[in-house]
Structure formats: structure tokens, C-alpha cells
């Protein structure tokens, strides 16, 4: 991820959200689903449809199953 990334992420959960539980939880759902797209080798999201994103949520964000049923 670019630096420029990395710092518009860091920036959006400790500027905008304020509770810390949700920020904390927020932060976990995004790092699983990055996670989840470089196993996957996207480097974009572009190449990401809507159903895969919505086949990883349903999984409770667990990279490693949604990767195995691809």
C-alpha cells in the first residue's frame, strides 16, 4: 500500500470516528478485508466485485475461509 494510503487510513479512523470501540472495530474489519484482497493479489480495488466483498463479510471477515472457498 502507498505511503499516501496508509496515511489517508490512519487519518479517516483517528480523526473521524471518535469512540474508540468503534474505532477499534472499524480498524480490525478494514485490516481483515485488505487482508483478505492481498490474498487474493488485488492490488486495486478495481478488480474486486460486490459479491466477493459480500461472500468475505458474511464469513464474519475471516480471510483464510473466504480464501479457501474461492
Known sequence: MPES????FLEFFTAQIRNANTRR???K????????????????LGPIRLREVANQASS????C????RA
Open 65 to 68: 475461509n473466504v480464501s479457501s
Open 5 to 8: 494510503s496508509r496515511l489517508k
Open 25 to 27: 472495530s472499524y480498524a
Open 60 to 63: 464474519g471477515g475471516d480471510a
Open 29 to 44: 474489519a478494514a485490516v481483515e478485508f485488505l487482508s483478505w484482497c492481498e490474498l487474493r493479489g488485488a492490488l486495486s
